[in-house]
């Protein structure tokens, strides 16, 4: 039952909000292969929209400072949503919850792009840079037949509301650097959003090989600036 929860509570969510979505490439999704969903970021309602398009539920990493602040805490339990490790430590029980799940066949979705737009709102065709925990993530999982499916979630109309100042923010999660400016924390409400499946880059077991010798940081690198492109062309594409 816990499983349907958060598919159901996003298709609430959206209704809600009365957010209106268009859906392209939707035969792209990989109908019984793991799947590491990567996608843009810049509202709360991008986890809701991605596990409703997709029609199945998919485990969402989120910020850290998430899971500390009251209400925000609750919604992202309620979604199935698992914290990134705190700033100052390193990823690995981030790493192992994300294999868990993966070799569980659950959906993992990460947002490359951080918290950065979330807290400073870009323009929708505006995409930040991509960390690349999640290109590691998909070389290191011990787990076969894994696709990383880029998405990209393109606003055509939008409202923004200011929610409370940052400061208020960093009384929950004191080492987050993001909290440390004076100012409020937005929250975009899309009206209007399409949704466009990438094309799924598979981890096969050469690109493993490779990861595991010299060239694993490239690797890594080469796979995150082509979810990256993958991801911008898609906006590109929605926007126009």
């Known amino acids: 039952m816990f499983f349907d ?27 019984t292969s793991r799947i590491l969903v990567v996608s843009n970021h810049r509202s709360f309602l991008d986890a809701p929209l991605l596990m409703t398009a997709m029609d199945r539920p998919v485990r969402f990493a989120c ?14 339990s309620a979604l199935g949503a698992f914290p990134l490790d705190a700033p100052q430590q ?23 792009e951080g918290g950065q737009p979330m807290v400073q709102v870009t323009p929708p065709d505006q995409l930040s840079p991509f960390h690349r925990g999640f290109a590691h993530l998909a070389l290191r999982a011990p787990v076969e037949e894994l696709a990383i499916l880029p998405v990209a979630l393109v606003s055509t109309e939008e409202i923004r509301h200011v929610v409370a100042p940052l400061k208020l923010f960093g009384l929950f999660a004191p080492s987050e650097p993001l909290f440390d400016a004076w100012d ?13 499946f ?10 493993r090989q490779q990861y595991r010798g010299r ?5 890594a690198k080469d796979i995150t600036q082509a979810c990256s492109e993958e991801i911008a062309g898609l906006l590109r594409q929605g926007c126009y």
């Open 5 to 31: 929860t958060p598919l159901h509570l996003s298709r609430g969510l959206l209704s809600a909000v009365g957010t209106k979505t268009s859906i392209q490439y939707r035969e792209r999704v990989p109908a």
């Open 63 to 76: 910020h850290h400072y998430m899971s500390q602040v009251p209400v925000l805490r609750e919604l992202v």
């Open 90 to 112: 390193g990823p690995k029980d981030f790493f192992q919850r994300a294999v868990d799940l993966l070799q569980s066949r659950q959906a993992v979705g990460i947002f490359p």
């Open 184 to 196: 409020w924390h937005p929250s975009v409400i899309y009206r209007q959003v399409h949704l466009l």
């Open 198 to 207: 990438g094309r799924p880059l598979w981890i096969t077991d050469r690109l």
């Open 215 to 219: 060239q694993g940081s490239s690797l």
